[in-house]
């Protein structure tokens, strides 16, 4: 079945790192407005935004503290109005980032919670008078004591994030209207933030520690219930047409990732099969999509990258800047089955931020890894390491546009260090460089684009022989042939009769992360 996103190249916007128009130092709407037209140069037809709701951003808005409203620091309910109104038209689709895991502990919802034990928000979160074992994902218990009330409240992230209580059907009402509200805006679908967490049956036993002693997560997410409230978010976006759903999953297990692939569920999951890999391992990288095809029903979605994970051009490269190795890697995301995710900067190689003190770390996980270090007894220097380690700010300076002043990103002081490299490695340089790593992106994206093989087609003859990744996509008669080679020298067969080079050169031997592809039936 045809669907606009199965067509659709999507490029995560991190909203504080975009571009800013104000000089405020964090990203905008207005800032984003002023750059469609390059993404729609690039040839993005879809973007995901982090959100952009009011929050006190204890972790960068996955805290929202307001769903119905836009965070003054990116700008007014008019912007993004205009926004969006300028990426339609630009032929863009936007995707919104929704936490519906839990709130911030600002949301009126749980300051009125906690006002009393009566209170009728009350039960929108959850309580208990003795905590369980269950560990939050950034660390420590997942229980906080709440004075006022004598009672213990749930939040699997940080603190000031609680959980919402989703076996309160006044939750999954409110989670409705939420929805309807930004369809009504014009959205054209969403990304639901750590929906396989959600707590949907309540507390149940402790969770079993692992061999290695930390905490095995088998009570506290993929809760039976969460599949009947991921239909219900499902029949309420669905009741708007062709809207698109993609759910975070935290998981790299198919058997856990294919339960949550439904129709009736989430059109595709985020699944972190390709995008949690710490080296560059071409057989890995085969074998993931290999095994997708195997085993998840329906598309997969193709990404290396987001805010959550370090770059993966200093993940992958044998160089700082392995250019050869990173084209080839696009050309992998832009060609193999599945929805592609780029992640912004992804596409002219930007790299990790390396922090020098700890006011260079923002985000809430380096920051809490520091403290525990601290605590341990680590020096000052042994914890400054560890957090830089386990930051997820690595990836998430701001947008390298030009090598002027603040890489062309604000005229007033950053949120977040720019990237020092920014004066060699920035936008302007790549899009006037004909052999950039940009215009490759750029090149596969029109690619993907005319040939409809590349976005439906199914793989025929799968292969991997020694670092060479080849394959077929067939649509409606059309065949495509893609030869990705990531090791030193490799053979390969052309394929018998008339065929058109879509990109590469035709000939036997590929050296080293060269690619080819053919299109068959036409010179
Ligand atoms: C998701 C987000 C991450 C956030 C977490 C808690 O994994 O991608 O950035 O910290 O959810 O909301």
């Not at 504080?16 to 984003?32: A, E, L, T, Y």
Request: hydrophobic share 30%; charged share 30%; glycine share 8%.
């Amino acid at each position: 079945m045809k669907n606009w996103w199965k067509e659709t190249v999507f490029y995560e916007l991190y909203m504080p790192s975009f571009n800013d128009s104000n000089g405020d130092g964090k990203g905008d709407f207005k800032g984003i407005i002023e750059k469609l037209d390059y993404l729609k140069n690039l040839g993005i037809t879809g973007i995901w935004l982090t959100p952009f709701y009011q929050s006190p951003k204890i972790d960068n808005g996955y805290d929202i503290s307001d769903y119905y409203s836009v965070d003054s620091d990116y700008g007014t309910m008019e912007d993004f109005e205009e926004f969006l109104d300028q990426a339609h038209k630009r032929g863009i689709k936007v995707i919104a980032d929704l936490v519906l895991n839990h709130t911030s502990d600002q949301h009126k919802w749980f300051q009125e919670a906690k006002k009393s034990k009566d209170n009728s928000y009350r039960n929108y979160y959850i309580w208990k008078k003795n905590p369980n074992n269950w560990e939050s994902f950034f660390s420590g218990s997942a229980w906080e004591w709440d004075e006022g009330t004598n009672e213990y409240y749930y939040h699997k992230f940080a603190v000031g994030q609680v959980d919402l209580n989703w076996s309160n059907p006044k939750v999954r009402e409110e989670a409705n209207k939420i929805l309807e509200f930004w369809m009504d805006k014009g959205i054209d679908g969403f990304r639901l933030d750590v929906i396989n967490f959600m707590t949907c049956e309540g507390i149940t036993e402790d969770n079993p520690m692992d061999e290695k002693g930390e905490q095995d997560h088998k009570f506290d997410i993929n809760q039976p219930g969460i599949l009947d409230a991921i239909g219900g978010i499902n029949k309420c976006v669905k009741s708007y047409g062709d809207k698109f759903l993609v759910g975070e999953i935290g998981s790299e297990n198919l058997d856990v990732l294919k339960r949550y692939r439904d129709d009736g569920l989430l059109d595709v999951v985020f699944n972190f099969n390709l995008g949690s890999k710490k080296n560059f391992d071409a057989k890995e990288f085969y074998d993931e999509i290999e095994k997708m095809e195997k085993d998840l029903n329906g598309y997969p979605t193709i990404f290396f990258g987001s805010h959550d994970m370090p770059r993966h051009m200093s993940r992958f490269g044998e160089s700082k800047r392995d250019i050869e190795r990173a084209k080839a890697v696009a050309t992998f995301i832009l060609t193999t089955k599945g929805v592609p995710f780029l992640y912004y900067g992804d596409e002219i190689g930007m790299t990790n931020l390396v922090a020098n003190t700890l006011n260079e770390i923002n985000d809430i996980q380096g920051r809490t890894n520091y403290k525990i270090e601290r605590q341990k007894g680590g020096s000052h220097r042994e914890a400054l390491k560890i957090a830089n380690e386990k930051t997820r700010d690595k990836s998430r300076s701001p947008m390298q546009w030009n090598s002027k002043e603040n890489s062309g990103f604000t005229t007033g002081i950053p949120w977040i260090k720019i990237n020092e490299n920014y004066k060699i490695l920035n936008v302007e340089d790549e899009r006037n460089r004909i052999d950039s790593l940009f215009n490759h992106y750029k090149k596969m994206i029109r690619l993907r684009k005319i040939e409809e093989t590349l976005s439906y087609g199914e793989y025929k003859n799968l292969k991997y022989i020694d670092g060479l990744i080849s394959f077929e996509r067939v649509y409606e008669g059309e065949r495509v042939y893609i030869y990705i080679n990531f090791t030193q020298t490799s053979n390969i067969v052309l394929p018998d009769g008339v065929y058109e080079v879509l990109a590469g050169e035709a000939k036997n031997i590929l050296i080293k992360n060269e690619i080819l592809i053919l299109k068959k039936g036409r010179k």
